[in-house]
């Protein structure tokens, strides 16, 4: 049996919601709340053993960077540095499944600073997301 659902039905009858969210539902709600329907896709950057971002524009201007270490295994915290960004903006940071959970984690913010770079640490076990686009409350 093998169910790829986003939300799925637990057979263990002491769990406390018979419907529970799985981590790809938590997922697909980052990459759904962080890059915008009909955002431009603008290339790869990263090379292989390292630290992987492909950005989004959004119509309305709003940038996404989603980020995945491709060193495997991976283990404990990257620090991850993006140049090249717009002066002076601020950034989101989150992560998905940043302690195994399968859930979303905001990291905070960071700021591009005049000279558009940015620094700050992740854990290397998510998917990360840098994005300008304001971010409702976390499921």
Known sequence: YQDHSLIGYSFDPTAQDQWQLRPA???EWLMAHTAAQHSQVLGQHGSPNTLLFTPFRSPSGDLTLFGLDSEYPATGAASISVGDLPANTTFNVLVWNSDGSGKV??????NSGPDGFVSFSAPV???TALTTMAVPSLP
């Open 25 to 27: 539902y938590y997922m």
């Open 105 to 110: 984690k905001s990291l905070g913010t960071v």
């Open 125 to 127: 076990d998510g998917l």
